[in-house]
């Protein structure tokens, strides 16, 4: 399939929507997608080696999970320089190249900016900490304690334990939201601001189209300190209290930061992700900005919270997004998040159950973000043993919580050892199943996971329904069944979308919606439908998706 070059993309099309707005974009983890080096670990070379994998696949735009220079205490998340690439990774120069590559291929490519906090390993934070008089100091979050050993207040660290480490040598303790040694910035001195902005406009000037914004949620917190409030008595899996995190988490303040940063990135044509976690409608749609000025796709993570195949959940949990006034990010899986073939699958039908999703997933209205792997119905590959865990989050929770292993183990490639990953034993083990679920052996078979994503990328590409059309929710009843249409102009493409483990005839309401109901053409079905079908009574076998255009 022919995309239109970017040069000739204009700026925004006649429904006022930008290159961003139609683009499918794929999220991989530098360490964990393909290494050109053969040491065991994933590399930039290795992401440049598989552009036209991902252009065969219909990716538009990649983001890259952080490949910085890191101690990896949280594999890159934890940032010691923003100007350069991990030895581990490759070299800036290998960088241009992918970015030289990746634009003959049309993709554009986007980077992971950590802003909340940085690795203690940072010089930044070195020197914040050589004294309390130096210069940086306020660059990051000091406060006495209340008493000797006693932190400052009770926030609790995501990864367990006191928000709080204690630095003997200056008698102060410093803020970290996740591990101790990712001091939180304080972004309310002007000088981390002007800083950290520009280690955007640098990277843009290297041809990046945009960030994803890490943990933007906590960036700021309260500037009096105050105490979280304490719920029951019951404790998490790290053995804290469980707080309303009413100080520590979205304050007002964050916005005014995303709204100057979105200037800078309008500027260079480039788009801003959003890590924006929230609880509510209304949270989310805050990080829209009040005049679409902050983030352009704030992704829900509420969409994550249904791990299960409800349509009713669904129905709810679209109807807001959809209806927010933004444009749609939803978000399915991701490298903090159980793979969908676990998360969905019964175990029996798993890969159904993985067209099913991705049926939902790349038909609604708004931006898709994949995650690398799930086009091939790759599962979890939790650690069995504590000795074996690599991420801190599954050292310090075990055994209650694993971390995040399983989700970022090596992508498969082939059926070959290490499944082409590496010639070597890579740095998280291969998943089980890697000799039939590769991207070698499902590119020829024209039933499996791989080109039914495929088929879904291109439809998705060519139908105006699906790009600009809005969402309408057909059957709202149905226990079993999710349906949709989407509408453009003239065009209605439906959606048909069999949650249940068994056969389901769907007779479709439509005129409720005012649509027409004329026989429709099948335009992609995960199982063998008739090419016509009738809207009174359509057929859909088992987790069975079926997806056709009304005539
Ligand atoms: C973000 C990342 C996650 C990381 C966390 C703390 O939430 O997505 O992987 O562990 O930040 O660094
Ligand atoms: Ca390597």
Do not use: C
Not at 200 to 212: D, E, H, L, N, S
Not at 228 to 245: I, L, S, W, Y
Not at 466 to 479: M, V
Not at 480 to 493: D, E, F, P, W
């Amino acid at each position: 399939m022919a995309l239109p070059s970017r040069s000739q993309q204009t700026a925004v099309d006649k429904e006022g929507h930008q290159w961003w707005q139609h683009a499918v974009f794929y999220e991989l983890y530098p360490r964990s997608f393909a290494d050109s080096n053969n040491d065991g670990i994933g590399d930039i070379p290795g992401v440049t080696s598989k552009l036209e994998y991902l252009r065969w696949l219909g990716v538009d735009a990649i983001w890259i999970a952080p490949m910085f220079p890191s101690p990896h205490v949280d594999w890159g998340y934890d940032v010691s320089d923003y100007y350069n690439v991990d030895p581990d990774y490759g070299t800036l120069q290998n960088m241009d190249e992918l970015l030289a590559k990746a634009k003959q291929q049309d993709i554009r490519v986007l980077l992971d900016f950590v802003l909340t906090y940085t690795s203690d390993q940072n010089k930044w934070f070195q020197e914040a900490k050589s004294s309390r008089s130096n210069p940086k100091r306020d660059w990051y979050i000091w406060r006495d304690g209340k008493g000797p050993g006693q932190p400052p207040n009770n926030w609790t660290s995501l990864f367990g334990g006191s928000a709080w480490k204690f630095d003997p040598a200056s008698d102060q303790w410093y803020y970290h939201y996740f591990y101790p040694p990712q001091p939180n910035l304080n972004w309310r001195n002007p000088e981390v601001e002007k800083n950290l902005f520009d280690v955007t406009r640098w990277w843009y000037k290297r041809g990046v189209a945009g960030f994803r914004l890490d943990a933007v949620d906590v960036m700021y917190v309260d500037s009096q300190f105050r105490d979280n409030p304490v719920v029951g008595t019951d404790k998490n899996a790290f053995g804290d209290p469980v707080e309303r995190e009413i100080y520590d988490k979205n304050q007002p303040e964050l916005h005014g930061v995303l709204r100057r940063l979105r200037k800078i990135a309008d500027e260079n044509n480039a788009v801003l992700i959003g890590e924006t976690w929230t609880s509510d409608i209304d949270q989310l749609r805050k990080y829209y900005g009040e005049h679409n000025d902050e983030v352009n796709m704030p992704m829900d993570f509420m969409f994550t919270t249904i791990n299960k195949l409800s349509p009713a959940d669904f129905r709810k949990q679209i109807q807001w997004v959809d209806g927010s006034g933004g444009w749609p990010v939803y978000v399915l899986s991701n490298h903090d998040i159980r793979r969908v073939y676990d998360r969905y699958g019964d175990g029996q039908h798993n890969d159904q159950i993985a067209k099913l999703m991705a049926s939902l997933y790349l038909t609604l209205r708004g931006t898709p973000v994949m995650y690398y792997g799930e086009e091939i119905g790759m599962e979890n590959n939790d650690p069995k043993r504590p000795e074996d865990v690599k991420d801190s989050m599954g050292k310090a929770g075990w055994p209650k919580e694993k971390g995040r292993d399983g989700e970022r183990t090596p992508m498969q490639w082939n059926a070959k050892a290490n499944a082409g990953f590496s010639a070597v034993a890579p740095w998280l083990p291969v998943g089980a199943r890697y000799k039939s679920y590769n991207v070698d052996i499902q590119k020829k078979d024209p039933n499996s996971i791989l080109n039914y994503y495929r088929l879904l990328l291109s439809l998705r590409h060519t139908n105006a329904a699906l790009l600009e059309g809005k969402y309408i929710a057909l059957n709202e009843d149905d226990p079993n069944v999710l349906a949709y249409a989407r509408i453009y102009q003239t065009k209605t493409v439906l959606v048909v979308l069999n949650m249940s483990g068994v056969l389901q005839k769907v007779r479709l309401d439509l005129a409720s919606k005012d649509i027409h109901a004329h026989p429709a053409k099948t335009l992609l079905s995960s199982f063998a439908a008739p090419k016509q079908v009738d809207v009174d009574e359509i057929s859909v076998e088992p987790f069975g998706a079926w997806v056709g255009e009304i005539q």
